[in-house]
């Protein structure tokens, strides 16, 4: 799997849980902040990955800061994908 | 020989000094590798000193702390030779948590607890951690010498705050030394957190614990009231006290030991304040049960109602949180207290209309402020034990 593809999946997986196609023209938006998300969801975006990708997404890994934007799951997904 | 308790007496605080010379010789030449092996030395001299020269007591930590390595090595070998297995976790999690149990469950039925040394309940918050993010692969060694000091590590040893293995390994390999200038910073900010956390201490909180001791002895709502207000206000600045000391001596040896307290009393919903009461704790809750529970609930589809799922975990989390502090009724009910109170909340804030219209307005913060402060401290006076004698009486 391709970068793009990753991502592809990653930002379908996201758009799905938050319900909005905001996640795809701003990558930069602050998921928990804006509401988008909440931690529960956090947490079933962490178990779809797990299962999309077939990698371990742990939850004492990142902190929320290190997760909290499209771009930035997409670049934690992307490194254990790669 | 003295009697040494930590962060306490003059008798501490002259040791303090003399160990924190040498520190910040070391953290002004730049030897962090020196440094590693200063932090050991001054351990065993502090456990030493707490442990009052008992050859048994120092003996009980240092086996403590050489099981709990020999059984992390041991998982290690165990996930790399025949993967992730659930139930090797499990198995790995009980041996770990194996003295923490007997001690608390021989303290309570005995009234003595057997293996009942200092610092063997946050100890264990760090064992387990260990062994959960071997599981996950986040940890690929175990290093003989860095662990235990990660165990031992005696600022936090008795009390928290708990650290994470990762973290810590960074400060303490010394791969990443700090500069003069960055160490120096580090050592300003540590006195001044010392300085804050024995002005809380001493100060503050001894004098709030006088209005618990002389205004709220008697058995009238009056009095009751008095004392939960007070011992809410004394535990905070007792508790903060101790940390920020912990925190700033943690500095003075090149560690930055995370926060544990940041304003709780001005959370607007339970869950907030425990993103602000003993941060350490309850974070380490969130990631190593609440998460994992959430986690497998959902992959198993084992509630159809997320808001009873989360309910359910949170209940679970904090019980066992309230069981950690002690197996006493008081503790158990202040964890399923404070279970309930995420539980509601969560539906609260969930499912009702009211709470998504008028989040943003000002009355309705104050509101919230003023019904999670009150719920904080009559959870702090059944944490005291004072309501259980109460209602005794």
């Known amino acids: ?75 934690q997904v992307a490194k254990r994908v790669g | 020989m003295m009697n040494l308790h930590l962060y306490e007496g003059l008798y501490f605080f002259s040791y303090l000094i003399v160990m924190g010379i040498p520190a910040l010789i070391i953290g002004i030449m730049e030897k962090p590798k020196i440094m590693r092996y200063y932090i050991a030395l001054t351990t065993v001299f502090v456990i030493y000193l707490v442990c009052k020269g008992s050859w048994i007591a120092m003996g009980n930590i240092a086996l403590f702390g050489v099981v709990q390595i020999a059984l992390a090595k041991i998982f290690m070998k165990v996930v790399e030779k025949y993967g992730r297995v659930k139930w090797h976790l499990w198995a790995f999690v009980v041996l770990s948590i194996a003295p923490l149990c007997v001690y608390k469950i021989t303290d309570f039925y005995l009234g003595h607890g057997f293996l009942g040394f200092i610092g063997i309940s ?178 198993g589809k084992w509630f159809s109602d997320r808001v009873v799922m989360s309910s359910i975990g949170f209940i679970i989390n904090m019980g066992i949180m309230g069981v950690w502090h002690g197996l006493s009724i008081s503790y158990i009910l202040y964890g399923l207290y404070h279970g309930l109170l995420l539980a509601l909340n969560d539906v609260y804030q969930k499912k009702f209309k009211f709470h998504k219209k008028h989040k943003k307005e000002r009355w309705y913060q104050i509101l919230s402020w003023f019904i999670t402060f009150n719920l904080v401290m009559f959870g702090f006076l059944i944490f005291s034990e004072h309501l259980v004698e109460l209602i005794g009486k």
């Open chain 1, 1 to 75: 799997m391709n970068r793009e593809q990753v991502e592809e999946k990653v930002l379908d997986i996201i758009q799905e849980i938050c319900d909005d196609d905001i996640i795809r023209q701003e990558k930069d938006i602050n998921l928990l902040d804006e509401g988008l998300i909440d931690s529960l969801d956090y947490i079933d975006m962490l178990v779809q990955f797990e299962e999309a990708f077939d990698i371990i997404m742990s939850p004492s890994e990142f902190t929320r800061e290190e997760m909290d934007t499209p771009q930035k799951i997409i670049n």
């Open chain 2, 122 to 299: 946050y100890m264990t918050f760090k064992s387990v951690q260990i062994i959960i993010e071997i599981y996950d692969n986040l940890i690929h060694e175990v290093k003989f010498f860095d662990v235990l000091n990660f165990y031992l590590f005696w600022p936090t040893l008795l009390s928290g705050p708990i650290d994470r293995s990762r973290r810590f390994m960074g400060d303490f390999s010394g791969d990443t030394g700090l500069s003069r200038r960055e160490y120096l910073d580090l050592f300003g900010e540590g006195l001044f957190k010392i300085l804050l956390g024995l002005f809380y201490k001493l100060v503050i909180a001894a004098t709030i614990y006088q209005g618990v001791y002389w205004l709220g002895q008697d058995p009238s709502i009056k009095s009751a009231l008095i004392y939960m207000y007070c011992y809410g206000f004394y535990l905070f600045f007792d508790f903060a006290g101790y940390s920020n000391m912990a925190i700033g001596v943690s500095y003075i040896f090149g560690i930055k030991t995370p926060e544990n307290f940041n304003k709780p009393f001005i959370s607007k919903d339970i869950k907030e304040f425990w993103d602000r009461w003993h941060i350490t704790l309850s974070h380490w809750f969130r990631d190593f049960i609440f998460s994992r529970y959430s986690m497998a609930a959902i992959r």
